[in-house]
């Protein structure tokens, strides 16, 4: 943009009395200028039509770069590297074709080995709301999932004994009720006993202590003295 000439001296000293501009100077364009060249709204003409812009066309193999951490600790089946839950990778993303599960679509990722670059796929298990690998690497065994996996078979075949016996859940009814009666009789006892400790102080229990060994002393010596009469 040209540049707006200075104003006579008379108007410069008041517009910018601090300012001490040379004659035939040229200011700058106001900044509501500079604001102008930043368009944010474009023009659509009266008769545009959406429908008539070209859709690009996708892949339906198409893969997708993405930064991931590993979602579980690894071990290549290549090198033998492990790799640990956490690790972050540059890996490729991509749909599983023809694998969905409740009409959600399992994704694949690639990712290679730190130590030896082979090639690793896993992928996501809505099922188990996990992930499970699929080539190049094992999963690394995992203690709480066998537990987690018990107590669901165990609620699993309870729900399935429950369901065509009315017998049998009322008896579960009744064993579960038992077993939350005892876990609060033994909640209520350990509130009891730390009611009772809570009045000690560590000069009782030293003062208990020594009290045991002076009194273990005095029957040691009273043994001693009935020995030697």
Request: with cysteine.
């Amino acid at each position: 943009p040209r540049p707006l000439p200075l104003p006579p001296p008379s108007e410069a000293r008041l517009l910018a009395p601090h300012i001490d501009l040379p004659a035939g100077a040229l200011l700058p364009r106001p900044a509501a200028a500079m604001g102008e060249r930043k368009v944010l709204n474009k023009y659509y003409p009266p008769d545009f039509n959406p429908e008539s812009i070209p859709r690009r066309k996708m892949a339906v193999d198409r893969q997708t770069k993405v930064r991931m951490m590993l979602p579980m600790s690894i071990q290549c089946s290549t090198c033998g590297n492990y790799i640990y839950k956490g690790t972050k990778f540059n890996s490729r993303k991509e749909d599983a074709l023809g694998e969905t599960y409740l009409g959600i679509q399992i994704i694949r990722f690639y990712f290679r080995c730190p130590r030896c670059s082979s090639e690793m796929t896993i992928k996501t298990d809505p099922k188990n709301a996990d992930y499970e690998v699929e080539a190049g690497a094992s999963r690394n065994y995992e203690p709480w999932k066998d537990a987690e996996g018990r107590t669901a078979e165990a609620i699993k075949r309870k729900e399935e004994e429950e369901m065509g016996d009315a017998m049998k859940a009322l008896e579960n009814k009744t064993m579960d009720s038992k077993m939350e009666q005892d876990i609060l009789s033994n909640l209520d006892d350990l509130k009891s006993k730390n009611a009772r400790n809570a009045g000690f102080t560590d000069a009782d229990v030293l003062d208990a202590l020594h009290g045991e060994q002076r009194r273990a002393e005095a029957e040691k010596r009273a043994r001693e003295e009935a020995e030697d009469d």
